[in-house]
C-alpha cells in the first residue's frame, strides 16, 4: 500500500498566485515525521520544510505554510505569492519511528507562469 | 548547498555490465542512504549504511549492494545491469538516528543500453 500519496501530479499557476500542495499519508506509528522536498530540474531534492507527529500546529515560514492534520492524515504545503523560480517537482515524504527510510509521494509538477 | 557529493553525474552502460556510483556525505553526518528515481516517480529507498554496515534495506535484489567507509562516504554497486535499472540515484546523509532530516546529493543519471 502507498504510505504517501499525492494526487495532484500537476499543477498550473500564474505567478503571485497561491498554490496548495495536498499530500496524504499512512501509517500506523505513533511517532513519526513529515516532509517536503523540492527538487528542479537540476535534480537535487531540497529540504523545505519537516514536523513530527505531535506537533500538529501549523506554521509560516516566509511564503512557505503547511497545514498538518492528524485527524485526516494529510501534511499540505502552501506557497503564497507563487514565483516562477517555485516551478519544481515537489515531494512529501514520511519517516517511521520504527524504520530507517523515507517514504516519497510521486511528487507534484508545479509550474509557475510569468 | 548540502554538502553531499555525488559522482560521476552521468553515466552509460550496457546491460549485463556493473556500475560503482560514489557520494561523500555531509560533514558531521555517519549515516548513509541510497535512493533510485525512476523517471516521473518519487525515490524509492535501496538501503541506508551506518558504522559502515547496512542498516535496512528496501526492495531491491542482492545485485544492489553498498559499501561505507570510515570516512563515512559510501558506495552503491550495481551488478548486472538492466535496462530497467536506467535512473536517477540519489545518495542522503544525516546524523545517526532514524527520524533525522535527509540532505540529498545532486544524484547520478545512470542510462542502461
Known amino acids: 500500500a502507498q504510505k504517501v500519496t499525492q494526487a495532484q501530479t500537476e499543477i498550473s499557476v500564474v505567478e503571485k498566485e497561491d498554490v496548495t500542495l495536498d499530500c496524504v499519508y499512512e501509517?500506523?506509528?505513533?511517532?513519526?515525521?513529515l516532509f517536503w522536498y523540492k527538487q528542479p530540474p537540476s535534480g537535487e531534492l531540497v529540504f523545505l520544510i519537516r514536523?513530527?507527529?505531535?506537533?500538529?500546529q501549523n506554521e509560516i515560514s516566509g511564503r512557505y505554510s503547511w497545514n498538518f492534520q492528524k485527524s485526516t492524515s494529510s501534511f499540505n504545503f502552501t506557497i503564497t505569492a507563487s514565483q516562477v523560480v517555485d516551478s519544481a517537482v515537489y515531494f512529501c515524504?514520511?519517516?517511521?519511528?520504527?524504520?530507517?527510510?523515507?517514504?516519497f509521494g510521486t511528487g507534484t509538477s508545479l509550474t509557475v507562469i510569468p | 548547498e548540502t554538502g553531499v557529493t555525488q559522482s560521476p553525474t552521468h553515466l552509460i552502460k550496457t546491460r549485463g555490465q556493473q556500475v560503482t556510483l560514489r557520494c561523500s556525505s555531509q560533514?558531521?553526518?555517519?549515516?548513509v542512504s541510497w535512493y533510485q528515481q525512476a523517471l516521473g516517480q518519487g525515490p524509492q529507498f535501496i538501503f541506508q549504511?551506518?558504522?559502515?554496515?547496512?542498516?535496512g534495506r528496501g526492495n531491491f535484489p542482492p545485485r544492489f549492494s553498498g559499501l561505507q567507509f570510515p570516512n563515512y562516504s559510501s558506495e552503491l554497486n550495481v551488478n548486472a545491469l538492466e535496462l530497467d535499472d536506467s535512473a536517477l540515484y540519489l545518495c542522503?546523509?544525516?546524523?545517526?538516528?532514524?527520524?533525522?532530516?535527509?540532505?540529498f546529493g545532486p544524484g547520478t543519471r545512470l542510462l542502461v543500453l
Open positions: 560533514s558531521g553526518h555517519n549515516t
Open positions: 515524504a514520511l519517516s517511521e519511528r520504527t524504520g530507517n527510510q523515507f517514504y
Open positions: 514536523r513530527n507527529s505531535f506537533d500538529e
Open positions: 549504511y551506518y558504522r559502515e554496515e547496512e542498516n
Open positions: 501509517t500506523r506509528d505513533t511517532t513519526y515525521y
Open positions: 542522503a546523509s544525516t546524523k545517526a538516528g532514524r527520524i533525522e532530516t535527509q540532505y
